[in-house]
C-alpha cells in the first residue's frame, strides 16, 4: 500500500483517538508526508501520527516542507504519547519540522504513567526513527520527552527500537511542564525543563 500526502493536503481540526493517521498491517505500507498536520486533538495517545504496534513493514518518509504543528495528545492510561508514535515500524524525517506539539496525561495515577509522554517523537516496541534533515522544536510535555522519547524495548519481533540521529536539528523543547486545564476545554502549559532526548530502559556502561 501506498500513500502521498503532497504538498497542498492539510489534515487539521480534528477530535481522534489514536491517531490523525494511524497505520497498522502486515503488507508493507509506505507514506510519503509533504503537507501539514496541525491544529488535532486526541483524546488517546497520539494526534500526529501513529506507526502502530502488532506488525511490522510501515514506512512514513517526511520530506521538506511537511509540517506537524499544534497538534495536542493526551492519554488516559498506560500507553506512550508523541506528535509521532513509532513502534514495529520506520519513521524517516529528510525535512520538514514537528513543532509547537503539545503532551499531557489525563487520567489517575500520574506519577506512574504521565512520564512516558513526549510531545515530539516517541520510539518504543521495536519502532525504528531516522533523522536525516527538518527540525523537531518548540515542543511542551508534562512527561519526560520534550523532542524525542527513547526506550529499548522490542515487541516479540526480535527488533530492539532504534534511533539514529544523522542530521537536522533538535532544540527548544521542554519536559515536565504543570498542565492545567483553561477555560475553553484546552490545556495551559507551565514551568518545564529543558529537554530534547531522553532515554529510557537504557544502560549506558564503558564510558571512560
Given amino acids: 500500500m501506498y ?9 487539521h481540526d480534528n477530535n481522534v483517538q489514536n491517531g490523525t493517521i ?6 508493507k505500507m509506505n507514506l510519503d508526508l509533504y503537507g501539514k498536520i496541525y491544529d488535532n486533538v486526541s483524546s488517546r495517545s497520539t494526534a500526529g501520527i501513529w506507526l502502530a504496534n502488532n506488525f511490522s513493514g510501515k514506512t512514513v518518509t517526511m520530506y521538506d516542507g511537511a509540517e506537524i504543528t499544534g497538534n495536542t495528545s493526551t ?3 498506560g500507553e506512550f504519547v508523541g506528535s509521532v508514535i513509532v513502534t514495529c515500524g520506520t519513521f524517516k524525517m529528510v ?5 509547537d506539539n503539545y503532551a499531557a496525561y489525563i487520567g489517575n495515577n500520574s506519577e506512574t504513567y504521565s512520564k512516558y509522554l513526549s510531545a ?3 520510539v518504543w516496541r521495536g519502532g525504528h526513527f531516522e533523522m536525516d534533515g527538518g527540525a523537531i522544536k518548540n515542543n ?5 520527552g520534550g523532542g524525542v522519547l527513547y526506550r529499548a524495548e522490542d515487541y516479540g519481533n526480535n527488533q530492539v527500537s532504534r534511533v539514529h540521529l544523522n542530521n537536522g536539528e533538535i532544540s527548544n523543547n521542554l519536559m515536565q511542564m504543570t498542565v492545567s486545564s483553561d477555560e475553553n476545554n484546552g490545556f495551559d502549559f ?3 525543563k529543558s529537554n530534547d532526548i531522553s532515554l529510557d530502559n537504557v544502560s549506558l556502561t564503558n564510558n571512560d
Fill in 190 to 192: 507551565e514551568g518545564g
Fill in 95 to 99: 525535512g520538514g519540522e514537528i513543532s
Fill in 140 to 144: 511542551k510535555s508534562m512527561g519526560i
Fill in 75 to 77: 492519554q488516559a492510561g
Fill in 3 to 11: 500513500c502521498l500526502i503532497d504538498k497542498n493536503a492539510r489534515i
Fill in 22 to 27: 494511524y497505520l497498522q498491517g502486515s503488507d
Fill in 120 to 122: 515530539g517523537v516517541a
